[in-house]
């Protein structure tokens, strides 16, 4: 059967962007609407600055966020947005409280007077927070038996040290510590609108739609607090860290190599070979270890982004028979990415990925509300679309290998395999020197 060949890039790289509107409002929060009509529902995302807040109880706070307010019950609050079509959940990363909701069209105004009230008036009932606590310490003690969370909290601490980043899952004992008091405490200190960003999309006039936010958040006031987490360090490469985890029949791989923010002129190129090395299905070490050696079912890079700075994070469990051979795959073919310029054809096609994700994630309304206020976050606006999609289509085969000499050589990289010590340490130790961690 013949393979038929991958259709032409699109000529025009530029792309189409929505009508858009923006405001800075009085109270330090901005306000970005955006006109996507496809369907009669608005997406809504809300972003805080929260870095270097306690992290139990900012974890806590973004689980019981929607407990009650001096006028409505979390029971009031989800059956008032169930009437118009939408819902409210909150998250946190290591610099951003997120909100995230939805209603239909024509319940914009309420969603935003719900939202008002959570932000300005919460209250956290006694009742409602420790059912949220029992809740939260029973899924990080349930994480932390997990190999892919202790993998990656090893990683972590490795590539942090002492940097706010190192820790980003409090541990149980601590979260059931918490009390309503703290809770109410720290929202008063941390849940301003100074600096956050509020994204709406869908189908509404981008202009009426601020007007509408800034009619219901006009009593969300007050100055922010510092959050500013500092730059994160240099990576230091040094020994393979083995973590044991006796009796394991899988090993948890994880790599940190350097990158760059998505400003940066080498960034549209690092994507790309990062797409040529193991960013996505067809590439050259999802092929070695997955297809061609059955080593693992799915290894993945990619490249990670924090306010304080970015990483990219290579990750594969492998069974434990194969965890040697596996990281011998891997450096190579990193090596091989890091001194051979990749293929005309491998790089077209990586670079029809790159370009048809990028267009892809913008296609709905959840995922430019998403793209848009991640960008936001980082100081960005859709304009950076249009740039970073052009940049991805002009970048050539010698700048591609010029950013995979520079942060993709194995040498750069930060390695931590969780396994099984006692039967992985010296087929790891006749790859790469080995500093075991019980």
Do not use: C
Request: charged letters at 20%; hydrophobic letters at 40%; a negative charge.
């Amino acid at each position: 059967m013949s393979v038929r060949p991958l259709p032409d890039l699109i000529p025009d790289t530029k792309l189409k962007l929505p009508k858009q509107a923006e405001r800075t409002l009085s109270s330090g929060l901005t306000v970005i609407a955006i006109r996507r009509p496809a369907v009669p529902l608005i997406e809504m995302r809300l972003r805080v600055p929260f870095g270097r807040a306690p992290l139990a109880r900012a974890t806590l706070l973004s689980q019981a966020l929607f407990t009650g307010t001096a006028t409505m019950s979390s029971i009031d609050i989800a059956a008032e947005l169930q009437s118009v079509g939408g819902g409210l959940s909150a998250g946190l990363d290591p610099d951003r409280l997120l909100v995230t909701g939805n209603s239909l069209a024509g319940g914009l105004d309420r969603m935003l007077e719900i939202l008002a009230g959570v932000l300005s008036d919460p209250t956290y009932p006694a009742e409602e927070v420790a059912t949220e606590r029992d809740r939260l310490a029973d899924h990080i003690q349930v994480a932390q038996t997990q190999p892919a969370h202790l993998a990656r909290t090893a990683l972590l601490q490795r590539v942090y040290g002492r940097h706010p980043y190192a820790v980003q899952t409090p541990e149980a004992e601590q979260v059931k510590g918490v009390r309503p008091a703290q809770l109410r405490a720290l929202h008063a200190d941390r849940v301003r609108p100074q600096g956050a960003v509020l994204v709406l999309v869908g189908d509404l006039n981008p202009e009426k739609a601020i007007d509408s936010a800034e009619k219901a958040l006009s009593g969300w006031i007050g100055p922010s607090r510092d959050g500013n987490v500092p730059p994160t360090p240099e990576l230091e490469p040094g020994p393979l860290l083995l973590v044991d985890r006796p009796g394991a029949v899988q090993s948890s791989l994880r790599m940190a190599l350097p990158a760059v923010t998505r400003t940066d002129p080498d960034y549209a190129a690092l994507q790309l070979a990062n797409m040529v090395f193991g960013g996505y299905f067809s590439s050259r070490w999802v092929e070695n270890i997955r297809e061609d050696k059955g080593y693992t079912y799915g290894p993945h890079s990619s490249i990670e982004h924090f306010v304080a700075g970015s990483s990219l994070v290579v990750a594969a469990e492998v069974a434990t028979e194969v965890t040697g051979p596996a990281m011998l795959e891997t450096l190579y073919e990193l090596g091989r990415i890091a001194s051979l310029p990749p293929g005309e054809e491998e790089l077209e096609q990586a670079r029809r990925y790159a370009l048809g994700t990028l267009r892809l994630g913008m296609s709905t309304q959840a995922g430019l509300a998403g793209l848009a206020s991640i960008y936001a976050s980082f100081g960005l606006r859709l304009d950076y679309l249009r740039e970073h999609s052009a940049a991805l289509a002009s970048a050539t085969r010698e700048q591609v290998a010029e950013a995979a000499a520079r942060y993709l050589a194995p040498s750069a990289a930060v390695t931590v395999v969780l396994g099984d010590a006692d039967k992985v340490e010296a087929p790891l130790a006749a790859l790469t020197a080995v500093e075991r961690s019980e």
